[in-house]
């Protein structure tokens, strides 16, 4: 019989999609019929106090959690998320209910051994209730007490040796797709940045120095599977610098309907005879492709690296040869200043080990950033703030026009001297030779 009657939370458990609240009840039942055989570290019945006070925030229209105040592991500032029931007499099991952030392996590859040792250490010291994975990547353990805090903490790193990830104004754990493991459109080893990213800036992780948080995102092509021109601080985006590779007896082969589009994705209905104008050239947003007869022509100086051609016709186009990234800066999700994406700052740079000339990018922004970014306030609020040719001038960058996200709405330009051809001291005859009066 259950702890608490949540006539509330079980409308969530209505209808054909799966729901949270069913999960926490398996796991209240399981932790109930396991309570003789398992020597649980914290509270048997912390999810069925879960479910209680939910359904008491849903019946009284506000949340029941305070904020947990400094609490974590021992030399690190991050990590660890305190959470506290307002709540506890009524509901102790959940009187502490502190979140732990641990660092995924890059690209999600985790082998059924590894999980299965840490949703053991989770059941044993922790609510076993997870997330997989936080907005940021991270393996979240949803619900652990203040003195198992350094018991995960010591497990993780010796038995499992993995880490705890970021939580705070400090480096969140860096993120990346499948990268060339297992995808062919891939322009960049995005499993093997992030890593190096996470090992080389490590310090940044786990104590907080920042104004506010920072996300490292590594998406090997701009079909972006880790969506991080939108959920990033600083984007990486593995892109192409030549020209698209074209087969063009694949190409016929797509028309005369010998290939499926679209890899076979779409094949569960009858959509009719392939139309390779309709569904391909005439969809490029920069409309730089056509077909001269049988053969298909990319005017690749237009292209915008939209993907959807190579999508659409995977056997016969393919990215190019000559592969490295662009970095766009400042995305986040609306807190202060509303929603942002990336705006980008270095349209092409090599991304290859050991990745020396992006980390001396990184940190001149961070150097500048820790100076002069306001407290809670995110890399490109700062930019917004500061201007972007101001970032631009920090990491020493050339102005390029590809960054220019659209024409300067500000009449007022101050030039700098080094900046005028013949400085300030110019004679006048110099100018009316060239101006005639």
């Given at each position: 019989m259950a702890k608490h009657k949540t006539p509330l939370l079980d409308e969530l458990e209505k209808g054909p999609w799966p729901s949270f609240v069913?999960?926490?009840?398996?796991?209240?039942?399981?932790?109930?019929?396991?309570?003789?055989?398992?020597?649980y570290q914290i509270p048997v019945d912390v999810c069925e106090d879960l479910l209680g006070v939910l359904e008491l925030s849903y019946t009284d229209g506000e949340t029941h959690w305070k904020h947990?105040?400094?609490?974590?592991?021992?030399?690190?500032?991050?990590?660890?998320?305190?959470r506290y029931c307002d709540q506890p007499e009524q509901f102790p099991g959940v009187a502490h209910f502190h979140t732990v952030r641990v660092n995924q392996p890059s690209g999600f590859y985790y082998s059924t051994d590894f999980l299965k040792q840490l949703c053991d250490l989770?059941?044993?010291?922790?609510?076993?209730?997870?997330?997989?994975?936080?907005?940021?990547?991270?393996?979240?353990?949803?619900?652990?007490?203040?003195?198992?805090?350094?018991?995960?903490?010591?497990?993780?790193?010796?038995?499992?040796?993995t880490?705890?990830?970021?939580?705070?104004?400090?480096?969140?754990?860096?993120?990346?797709?499948?990268?060339?493991?297992?995808?062919?459109?891939?322009?960049?080893?995005?499993?093997?940045?992030?890593?190096?990213?996470?090992?080389?800036?490590?310090?940044?992780?786990?104590?907080?120095?920042?104004?506010?948080?920072?996300?490292?995102?590594?998406?090997?092509?701009?079909?972006?599977?880790?969506?991080?021109?939108?959920?990033?601080?600083?984007?990486?985006?593995?892109?192409?610098?030549?020209?698209?590779?074209?087969?063009q007896e694949a190409v016929k082969a797509y028309i005369g309907g010998e290939i499926k589009p679209n890899a076979g994705a779409h094949s569960g209905r009858d959509w009719g005879k392939f139309d390779i104008n309709k569904?391909?050239?005439?969809?490029?947003?920069?409309?730089?492709?056509?077909?001269?007869?049988?053969?298909?022509?990319?005017?690749?100086?237009?292209?915008?690296?939209?993907m959807h051609c190579i999508n659409a016709l995977p056997r016969a186009l393919r990215i190019g040869e000559e592969t490295g990234c662009a970095m766009l800066l400042g995305a986040k999700a609306p807190i202060l200043d509303g929603a942002q994406m990336g705006t980008l700052i270095v349209p092409?740079?090599?991304?290859?080990?050991p990745y020396t000339e992006i980390k001396d990018l990184i940190e001149k922004l961070f150097?500048?950033?820790?100076?002069?970014?306001?407290?809670?306030?995110?890399v490109g609020e700062t930019m917004k703030r500061v201007g972007l040719y101001k970032i631009l001038q920090v990491m020493e960058l050339e102005v390029d026009a590809r960054v220019v996200q659209e024409p300067r709405t500000n009449p007022y330009i101050f030039w700098k001297e080094e900046e005028v051809p013949g400085g300030w001291d110019r004679q006048i005859e110099d100018y009316r030779s060239r101006h005639k009066m």
């Open positions: 069913s999960d926490i009840k398996r796991e209240a039942e399981s932790r109930t019929k396991n309570a003789n055989n398992v020597e947990g105040g400094i609490v974590g592991v021992f030399g690190y500032g991050g990590g660890v998320i305190g989770w059941e044993f010291r922790g609510s076993g209730l997870t997330n997989m994975h936080g907005s940021t990547g991270d393996i979240v353990w949803l619900g652990t007490t203040t003195p198992q805090l350094e018991e995960i903490f010591y497990e993780l790193t010796h038995k499992l040796d880490d705890l990830g970021g939580s705070g104004s400090n480096l969140r754990t860096p993120a990346s797709c499948l990268g060339m493991s297992r995808c062919q459109y891939s322009c960049i080893d995005a499993q093997d940045l992030c890593h190096d990213l996470t090992i080389e800036y490590q310090d940044f992780l786990h104590r907080p120095a920042f104004p506010y948080k920072f996300k490292f995102k590594v998406d090997g092509c701009p079909n972006g599977c880790v969506a991080s021109i939108a959920r990033s601080d600083l984007s990486f985006i593995g892109l192409w610098k030549d020209n698209i590779r074209i087969d569904e391909v050239i005439d969809l490029c947003p920069t409309n730089c492709m056509w077909m001269e007869g049988n053969t298909l022509k990319i005017n690749d100086k237009e292209c915008n690296h939209c092409f740079i090599k991304c290859e080990a150097e500048f950033w820790m100076e002069e970014g306001k407290n809670r306030e995110r």
